[in-house]
């Protein structure tokens, strides 16, 4: 008598007969196959998966999920809130009330966020922006009180000193590039533009610029569509770049350019090898691969300074910020900070060991494991001890920050300097 195997059709189990006699699982008992399917069909198995059970489980399985999204919805209101697509609508409303009370002192307004902040303020002419775990909040800056809040993902800001775009602001929501509409909140695209970001990263109102190995992208800031790119064969890693009104400027063969934003023509070039740019009021500066400073009209592309070459101060050297009449600049390589006269490149002082975050206002910011002090940007003494600050954003007059409670950095502050 030849071997038999037949699978059950209900729950695939092996049922068959062998001239030896039954060799079946345990709920086949017969050894005519048929008379196997009929009794396993009508038999209810008490475990390893009898079809009834089963299928009870799966249902019961699916019904708790179900429940257990739903709770979670109901206690955690957010869960659903961080999921919307800031284009689909206007920003959600915040509960009530969403920051606290603002207290005020003879040179510092302070205010609890009520949630945690993930990047530094970003102080603009009438309003504070903050990025917090799943939105991006704007506070009038006069009173400190909520004006919108739009959804955004552990939100950071895209430039490593981001400042408002003429009406809009440029962030980072859960890893995507959103041009945020500055008096409304609204999102006017999301997730265009470079997909990049960090030192290598520069925008303006009319333009967001990105530079690689390869070269330079240009993009619409009003579309975050792509407007040109250059290639420079010339390799030296990623281009120092900036951006400023219709103009972009970038380091391209041991010279500095200017290009249009719209165009792409080139407006000016200087002969000088750059290593570091910043913008400010008009005025490029420069820290060249020669290990020198230069102050250069971004108009036009003429040099109002360019000191001689000082390799042991300024060798890695990059910028910090500027204050009124200071560069504030760290080297990276020798954990050096160093302050230059804004008018001349004049050095001021310089720091063996000191981290500098920030400068504006009249100070600069250094901090360590211990603390966060402010200096006086002309000469270095202390002025004020602070508690942990690793960035600021300023106008000039005022420093925003974030400051924090049990661990927690919640609180935003508005320091006004001394002087």
Same mark, same amino acid.
């Given at each position: 008598?030849?071997?038999?195997?037949?699978?059950?059709?209900?729950?695939?189990?092996?049922?068959?007969?062998?001239?030896?006699?039954?060799?079946?699982?345990?709920?086949?008992?017969?050894?005519?196959?048929?008379?196997?399917?009929?009794?396993?069909?009508?038999?209810?198995?008490?475990?390893?998966?009898?079809?009834?059970?089963?299928?009870?489980?799966?249902?019961?399985?699916?019904?708790?999920?179900?429940?257990?999204?739903?709770?979670?919805?109901?206690?955690?209101?957010?869960?659903?809130?961080?999921?919307?697509?800031?284009?689909?609508?206007?920003?959600?409303?915040?509960?009530?009330?969403?920051?606290?009370?603002?207290?005020?002192?003879?040179?510092?307004?302070?205010?609890?966020?009520?949630?945690?902040?993930?990047?530094?303020?970003?102080?603009?002419?009438?309003?504070?922006?903050?990025?917090?775990?799943?939105?991006?909040?704007?506070?009038?800056?006069?009173?400190?009180?909520?004006?919108?809040?739009?959804?955004?993902?552990?939100?950071?800001?895209?430039?490593?000193?981001?400042?408002?775009?003429?009406?809009?602001?440029?962030?980072?929501?859960?890893?995507?590039?959103?041009?945020?509409?500055?008096?409304?909140?609204?999102?006017?695209?999301?997730?265009?533009?470079?997909?990049?970001?960090?030192?290598?990263?520069?925008?303006?109102?009319?333009?967001?610029?990105?530079?690689?190995?390869?070269?330079?992208?240009?993009?619409?800031?009003?579309?975050?569509?792509?407007?040109?790119?250059?290639?420079?064969?010339?390799?030296?890693?990623?281009?120092?770049?900036?951006?400023?009104?219709?103009?972009?400027?970038?380091?391209?063969?041991?010279?500095?350019?200017?290009?249009?934003?719209?165009?792409?023509?080139?407006?000016?070039?200087?002969?000088?090898? #750059?290593?570091?740019?910043?913008?400010?009021?008009?005025?490029?500066?420069?820290?060249?691969?020669?290990?020198?400073?230069?102050?250069?009209?971004?108009?036009?592309?003429?040099?109002?300074?360019?000191?001689?070459?000082?390799?042991?101060?300024?060798?890695?050297?990059?910028?910090?910020?500027?204050?009124?009449?200071?560069?504030?600049?760290?080297?990276?390589?020798?954990?050096?900070?160093?302050?230059?006269?804004?008018?001349?490149?004049?050095?001021?002082?310089?720091?063996?060991?000191?981290?500098?975050?920030?400068?504006?206002?009249?100070?600069?910011?250094?901090?360590?494991?211990?603390?966060?002090?402010?200096?006086?940007?002309?000469?270095?003494?202390?002025?004020? #001890?602070?508690?942990?600050?690793?960035?600021?954003?300023?106008?000039?007059?005022?420093?925003?920050?974030?400051?924090?409670?049990?661990?927690?950095?919640?609180?935003?502050?508005?320091?006004?300097?001394?002087?």
């Amino acid at each position: 008598m030849a071997d038999q195997t037949v699978l059950c059709p209900s729950c695939g189990h092996r049922v068959g007969t062998s001239p030896g006699g039954p060799t079946a699982s345990p709920w086949h008992t017969s050894s005519d196959p048929t008379a196997v399917w009929a009794g396993h069909q009508a038999t209810a198995r008490p475990a390893n998966g009898a079809p009834g059970a089963v299928a009870f489980a799966a249902v019961a399985m699916v019904v708790l999920l179900i429940a257990g999204a739903a709770v979670y919805g109901v206690v955690n209101p957010r869960a659903n809130e961080r999921y919307d697509d800031p284009l689909a609508g206007p920003p959600i409303q915040a509960p009530s009330p969403t920051v606290g009370t603002v207290v005020e002192s003879d040179d510092r307004r302070t205010v609890d966020l009520g949630d945690t902040a993930t990047a530094e303020p970003l102080l603009g002419a009438t309003r504070v922006y903050v990025p917090l775990s799943y939105e991006l909040v704007a506070l009038d800056r006069t009173t400190l009180q909520e004006v919108w809040r739009s959804p955004c993902d552990l939100g950071s800001w895209w430039e490593p000193n981001p400042h408002e775009l003429d009406d809009a602001i440029l962030a980072r929501c859960d890893g995507e590039l959103t041009l945020f509409d500055a008096a409304t909140g609204d999102a006017r695209w999301r997730g265009r533009g470079p997909s990049g970001f960090g030192n290598y990263a520069r925008a303006s109102g009319a333009a967001i610029v990105s530079s690689d190995d390869d070269g330079i992208v240009v993009y619409s800031t009003d579309t975050g569509e792509e407007l040109w790119r250059r290639s420079i064969e010339h390799v030296q890693g990623n281009h120092p770049i900036e951006a400023a009104g219709d103009l972009v400027f970038v380091s391209e063969d041991r010279t500095l350019r200017a290009y249009e934003v719209t165009t792409g023509e080139q407006r000016w070039r200087l002969p000088m090898s #750059t290593a570091a740019l910043l913008y400010d009021d008009g005025t490029l500066y420069v820290r060249t691969d020669s290990h020198q400073l230069a102050g250069v009209d971004a108009a036009t592309g003429f040099a109002n300074f360019w000191t001689g070459g000082d390799r042991d101060r300024y060798s890695w050297a990059g910028f910090v910020g500027v204050t009124e009449t200071t560069l504030v600049l760290v080297s990276s390589n020798e954990g050096r900070l160093i302050v230059a006269d804004r008018s001349d490149g004049h050095p001021l002082w310089e720091d063996d060991d000191a981290a500098a975050v920030a400068a504006g206002a009249g100070v600069v910011l250094i901090a360590d494991l211990d603390g966060t002090i402010a200096v006086d940007d002309r000469t270095g003494e202390q002025v004020e #001890t602070l508690d942990e600050v690793w960035d600021a954003s300023t106008d000039g007059t005022v420093l925003a920050f974030t400051d924090t409670t049990d661990g927690i950095t919640d609180r935003l502050v508005l320091w006004t300097p001394p002087g």
